[in-house]
């Protein structure tokens, strides 16, 4: 009798562990913005997400781990396999011809990330003071942000469009600057400006900043 090997379908197994990833990160999410990273335990984020702890700790590591995993997801609002440069709207960014128009694109489609992963990005921001654990996942995200705007940045002047004599080394910083967190949390968060108004007005300053007026 000749025996035949089990086949496994391996697409649903990664699918399930996908899925029980997905639910732990937004369980994580849901204490963390509710209790504060400190308050939150990985015991109540397994129960939660209906996970044992030991398969968390398995999955992330450590809970700044599964801080910076709730980042990511909220900054792309999802968790397909497809990186923010790649989806269709920053490709859409790309393509168009006129850089007060890809700035204006540009600043939208940031805008609604801000607004997705503000709360997580303050929370390791401030959480960084009081949780030493929380200081690299920062260092990182830091890390992430500058290279993302040095992109943009060298893509914007690539245009020609910009004024004349602006360094690459000056639209990186301008953006990094104006696209902190901290300008959303001040102005939407903290004096009540809607999505629409901060993203407008961070299109007129940045497109003032760096490109020629008239």
């Known amino acids: 009798m000749v025996e035949v090997k089990r086949r496994y379908d391996v697409s649903g197994r990664q699918e399930r562990a996908r899925a029980r990833r997905r639910a ?6 849901e204490l963390f913005e509710r209790d504060g990273f400190r308050a939150t335990t990985l015991a109540a984020v397994a129960d939660r997400g209906g996970v044992s702890v030991k398969g968390l700790y398995k999955s992330f590591g ?3 781990a599964l801080a910076k995993a709730v980042f990511d997801f909220v900054i792309a609002g999802d968790d397909e396999p497809v990186s923010v440069a790649d989806r269709p709207e920053q490709r859409a960014m790309l393509d168009e011809p006129d850089v007060r128009r890809k700035i204006e694109m540009f600043i939208h489609a940031l805008a609604r990330r801000q607004q997705r992963s503000a709360k997580v990005q303050i929370l390791i921001r401030d ?8 200081i690299p996942v920062w260092r990182q995200l830091s890390e992430e942000g500058l290279t993302a705007m040095t992109m943009i940045g060298g893509h914007l ?16 910083d301008v953006l990094w600057n104006y696209l902190a967190i901290d300008t959303y949390e001040r102005l939407v968060l903290e ?3 809607t999505l629409d108004r901060y993203s ?4 007129r300053t940045i497109i003032a900043a760096l490109c020629t007026q008239g």
Do not use: Y
Request: hydrophobic share 40%; net charge neutral.
């Open 200 to 203: 407008d007005w961070m299109t």
């Open 62 to 64: 450590s809970k700044a």
């Open 191 to 193: 004096r009540g400006w």
């Open 157 to 172: 002047a690539g245009t020609g469009q910009l004024r004349a004599g602006i360094e690459l080394d000056e639209v990186r």
């Open 24 to 29: 732990v990160v937004v369980a994580a999410k």
């Open 127 to 134: 959480g960084r003071h009081v949780d030493d654990s929380l």
